[in-house]
């Protein structure tokens, strides 16, 4: 008898609450699509940096995964604004645009052109150089941990210029990279070291590194423009989850419509020269 009584209580109390239980549809306010472009002309050290690629597609709502947003039908084309050279990107009908006739040159400065739906949007960067990684070696006693290994890397700052710089460090095991943004402004001149240690962080299942362990690093040369750009970008890729930071909100790159500036495209136009190496923990 006393056993059935309880469950008679339990039935009536899971009743009670399931009973107070409603549906409730949010409506979430979306903004128009806008053109998204990703116009990365990398130049790696010791190769030729003829082949490049421009990657065009459109802005979808955060919670819709279905929609298909490439971009075809687009024309773009790079300008070397220093001797008036054409560089014609040919639509590859994925989104992807591409030339195997791009010529890099060091200072020299280019245009993106890209019309689409009527719209002509414009850009300007200048390509910068990027010195050799003088070394790459693994230390434990530079960072929180002093158990947990440290990736170095090691380069030798120009004097008497302006010199920014982007690092991304790519392990084999993460799901995302973790990108850095240095300038010479304390440093000019001199050799230069930036590490990163990995801490364990069990609520994303990631464990610190251990022998074995490999890391791809790109080591770019950027304007000071695009420094200023992803250094803004940094900050709010390091700050998800984080409830104390500020709200993040569209960066605007330097796209510009010419033709509606209100209708201002998502992306960057960046032209650097990059150095890439690997290192394996031991």
Not at 54 to 80: C, E, H, Q, R
Not at 104 to 110: E, F, G, K, Q
Not at 133 to 155: M, P, W
Not at 219 to 233: A, P, R
């Amino acid at each position: 008898m006393i056993n059935t009584v309880r469950i008679i209580v339990v039935l009536a109390i899971y009743a009670f609450f399931t009973s107070c239980t409603d549906v409730i549809d949010v409506e979430v306010s979306e903004a128009a699509p806008r053109l998204v472009i990703e116009a990365s002309l990398n130049w790696e050290k010791g190769t030729a940096g003829n082949t490049q690629s421009v990657k065009l597609s459109t802005s979808t709502p955060y919670f819709n995964n279905t929609i298909s947003n490439i971009v075809t039908g687009a024309l773009v084309t790079v300008t070397d604004v220093t001797n008036g050279t054409d560089f014609i990107f040919t639509d590859q009908n994925n989104g992807v645009y591409t030339t195997s006739n791009f010529i890099p040159v060091v200072n020299h400065a280019y245009t993106l052109e890209v019309i689409y739906d009527g719209d002509t949007y414009i850009a300007e960067e200048s390509l910068r150089s990027v010195v050799d990684i003088e070394d790459v070696y693994q230390t434990i006693e530079k960072g929180f941990d002093d158990e947990a290994l440290e990736v170095n890397i090691d380069f030798n700052d120009p004097a008497d210029e302006e010199n920014y710089y982007f690092i991304k460090i790519e392990a084999q095991d993460n799901l995302l990279p973790v990108l850095f943004s240095l300038s010479d402004e304390f440093t000019n001149g001199n050799l230069t070291s930036v590490y990163y240690e990995r801490l364990k962080d069990t609520s994303i299942h990631r464990e610190k590194f251990i022998a074995g362990d490999s890391v791809a690093i790109e080591f770019y040369g950027v304007s000071e423009q695009y420094y200023n750009y992803v250094g803004l970008l940094i900050d709010q890729y390091n700050s998800v989850g984080n409830p104390f930071s500020s709200t993040p909100v569209p960066l605007k790159g330097n796209c510009i419509n010419i033709t509606d500036p209100e209708n201002y495209a998502f992306g960057y136009f960046r032209l650097t020269q990059v150095v890439k190496k690997s290192y394996t923990f031991e």
